[in-house]
């Protein structure tokens, strides 16, 4: 603070700072919601994908589990093979036709066999090579031989499927809700905080949401268009809550003012600082 406020050969203590010499006007005035939630969460998102050839498939032991799962009756692997999951991904190598078209080596890929055949002509017997030609029975007469293919065994596809983890039923209490009119970067770590500190910083307590939206103006002592659409926002997504059968709300509500200050030292960096509580129990944020 000294480096961007203090005057060179003067003591610098924080009362020399002054507001009006360094707040940018107007103070912003917003309001903070707050609230907290026990949820219901799946905990871990990990996902390992498997590609076997078609018999592989039926050595592997599935799990089809759509609901959630009690983990203390739970046996086994936390993370296993889903039936669902299963999914035929055609062979690249030959193209999903199960075999590969190789030339038929018998016949060099022409279809055909052919021969000397020694034919004597005439009085004199006069020997004479003529050719003799017929469909070559290594390939049927195709040039090609239709080996099954090394990749995927002649099944066409390769078949895939997921290792996911067992959807277990795990209640996570405290989730901090904050909805805040002052756009901060802070909001996550504001809700963290007063998960905390809720009983520290001096915000005013709602038992129900409809008596905040009634009380609100009065009780901030002033309004804006801001302040309401945040009420409305954390309203509705207080609902969202009481309806949501995964989750259960924990505190009452808190109504909080904020202000948020804009200031520009001496030297020119500029900074914001937000405040959120009461004159006597307040929080501070600041990019200073
Ligand atoms: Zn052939
Ligand atoms: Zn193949």
Not at 215 to 226: M, R, V
Request: with cysteine; charged share 25%.
């Amino acid at each position: 603070m000294e480096r961007q406020f203090g005057t060179k050969g003067a003591v610098f203590t924080t009362e020399a700072i002054s507001a009006a010499e360094y707040v940018i006007p107007p103070a912003l005035k917003g309001a903070a919601i707050y609230f907290s939630v026990k949820q219901t969460v799946v905990a871990s998102n990990n996902k390992d994908q498997i590609l076997v050839e078609a018999p592989r498939v039926s050595k592997e032991t599935f799990y089809s589990l759509k609901g959630n799962i009690n983990k203390e009756n739970w046996k086994g692997n936390e993370e296993v093979p889903m039936y669902e999951s299963i999914q035929p991904v055609p062979c690249k190598a030959c193209k999903g036709n199960g075999y590969s078209g190789e030339s038929c080596k018998a016949c060099k890929g022409t279809g055909k066999i052919i021969e000397d055949l020694m034919v004597l002509t005439e009085e004199d017997q006069k020997k004479e090579k003529k050719a003799f030609e017929y469909p070559c029975g290594n390939c049927f007469g195709t040039g090609k031989l239709q080996s099954p293919c090394k990749e995927c065994g002649g099944h066409k596809n390769l078949y895939k499927y997921e290792i996911l983890p067992v959807p277990f039923k795990t209640v996570v209490s405290g989730v901090p809700i904050l909805h805040s009119s002052l756009q901060t970067k802070y909001e996550k770590e504001i809700g963290k905080d007063l998960q905390e500190l809720i009983e520290s910083v001096e915000g005013i307590k709602f038992g129900n949401f409809n008596d905040l939206t009634d009380k609100a103006e009065a009780s901030l002592g002033y309004w804006d268009k801001g302040v309401k659409k945040v009420i409305n926002a954390a309203g509705s997504d207080y609902k969202r809550y009481e309806k949501d059968k995964d989750a259960k709300i924990e505190s009452q509500i808190y109504l909080f003012p904020m202000i948020q200050l804009n200031c520009k030292t001496k030297r020119g960096k500029k900074f914001d600082i937000y405040s959120i509580g009461s004159e006597n129990n307040f929080i501070i944020y600041s990019n200073f």
